[in-house]
T-cell receptor, first 113, second 114 residues
Framework: QQQVKQSPQSLIVQKGGISIINCAYE??????FPWYQQFPGKGPALLIA?????SEKKEGRFTISFNKSAKQFSLHIMDSQPGDSATYFCAASIGGSQENLIFGKGTKLSVKP | EAQVTQNPRYLITVTGKKLTVTCSQN?????MSWYRQDPGLGLRQIYYSMNVEVTDKGDVPEGYKVSRKEKRNFPLILESPSPNQTSLYFCASSVLPGGWGELFFGEGSRLTVL
C-alpha cells in the first residue's frame, strides 16, 4: 500500500511533442505529490508538486494532473525540448507527518531534436 | 550557496575494505537521508535521520551504518563492502521530516566494489 507505481520506464519524444508520465498510488492518506527531475551526473531536484485540493497545477511547460478518485497523477511536459531529457521521479507522502517520501522507479525521458 | 556535499564523488574499492561516504549540508536541515539508485529500481532509501542522534532504517539498510553526531553531517559507512553494494549513492536533506519538505540532494557518489 506504500508503493507508487510509475510508467513508462522510458520515453522517447520528438522535439515539440508532449511527454506524459503517469503514477498511481494505493494509500489514500497520501496528500503531497512532488515530481523530481534528475539530469545525468546530478542529483534529483524538485520540479513541481501538487496537493489533492486541486486537480491541476501548471508551471511553465510542466503540468501535474491529479485524479483523486482514480488515485493517479501525471506529469505533462508541453513543447518538449532536448534540454528536458532527464529522469523523472514521481513521489508521494503524507504531508506534515514524519513518514518518508515514497518514490516511483523513475522514467527516463529522451527528447529527440 | 545552499547545498548538500558528498565525498568522494567516485570510488573504486575492493570487497571487505571499510569505507565512509561523507555528507554535509549547510541549510540547518533537521532531516537527512541516504538513497541508492540502481537501474530499473529507482531511488531506494537506506537510512534516514530526523535529528541529531536519531537515525532509522529505510528500505535497504543491510550492510550499511550511519551516524548523526552533528546536525550538518550524516556519513554513510560500509563496514565490509560487497559487490552488490556497487551503486550510485545520494544524500539528501530537508527542513521538514518526511512529507511536504523539499528534499535537496547531493550530486551523488558512484561506488564500485570489486
Amino acid at each position: 500500500q506504500q508503493q507508487v507505481k510509475q510508467s513508462p520506464q522510458s520515453l522517447i519524444v520528438q522535439k515539440g511533442g508532449i511527454s506524459i508520465i503517469n503514477c498511481a498510488y494505493e494509500n489514500t492518506a497520501f496528500d503531497y505529490f512532488p515530481w523530481y527531475q534528475q539530469f545525468p551526473g546530478k542529483g534529483p531536484a524538485l520540479l513541481i508538486a501538487i496537493r489533492p485540493d486541486v486537480s491541476e497545477k501548471k508551471e511553465g511547460r510542466f503540468t501535474i494532473s491529479f485524479n483523486k478518485s482514480a488515485k493517479q497523477f501525471s506529469l505533462h511536459i508541453m513543447d518538449s525540448q532536448p534540454g528536458d531529457s532527464a529522469t523523472y521521479f514521481c513521489a508521494a507522502s503524507i504531508g506534515g507527518s514524519q513518514e518518508n517520501l515514497i518514490f516511483g522507479k523513475g522514467t527516463k525521458l529522451s527528447v529527440k531534436p | 550557496e545552499a547545498q548538500v556535499t558528498q565525498n568522494p564523488r567516485y570510488l573504486i574499492t575492493v570487497t571487505g575494505k571499510k569505507l565512509t561516504v561523507t555528507c554535509s549540508q549547510n541549510m540547518n536541515h533537521e532531516y537527512m537521508s541516504w538513497y541508492r539508485q540502481d537501474p530499473g529500481l529507482g531511488l531506494r532509501q537506506i537510512y534516514y535521520s530526523m535529528n541529531v542522534e536519531v537515525t532509522d532504517k529505510g528500505d535497504v539498510p543491510e550492510g550499511y551504518k550511519v551516524s548523526r553526531k552533528e546536525k550538518r553531517n550524516f556519513p554513510l559507512i560500509l563496514e565490509s563492502p560487497s559487490p552488490n553494494q556497487t551503486s550510485l549513492y545520494f544524500c539528501a536533506s530537508s527542513v521538514l521530516p518526511g512529507g511536504w519538505g523539499e528534499l535537496f540532494f547531493g550530486e551523488g557518489s558512484r561506488l564500485t566494489v570489486l
